[in-house]
C-alpha cells in the first residue's frame, strides 16, 4: 500500500504501525509519530493500523544547544 510519510509517498507491506516504521528504516530510533495529523504514543503504536493514503510523519528529537 501507499502511505505518505513526511511528505514523500512510500511503499509498505505492513499494515501495522510498528512494523512499517521498521520497513521504512525507522526500527529502533527514538522518534515522535503522528498519523492523519494526530499523536501516536509510543505505548498507543501497537494497536495502530495504517490504510491505503495515510499521512505518516516521523519525527526525532532535536540535540544542541
Known amino acids: 500500500m501507499k502511505i505518505l510519510v513526511n ?4 511503499e509498505t507491506a505492513s499494515r501495522e504501525l510498528p512494523q512499517a516504521l521498521e520497513e521504512l528504516g525507522y526500527g529502533g530510533a527514538v522518534v ?5 495529523g ?16 495515510d499521512r505518516l510523519e516521523v519525527l526525532a528529537p532535536m540535540q544542541g544547544g
Request: proline fraction near 0%; aromatic fraction near 8%; hydrophobic fraction near 50%.
Open 7 to 10: 511528505g514523500a509517498w512510500r
Open 38 to 53: 494526530e499523536f501516536i504514543a509510543a505505548a498507543q503504536r501497537a494497536d495502530t493500523v495504517l490504510a491505503d493514503g
Open 32 to 36: 515522535s509519530t503522528a498519523l492523519n
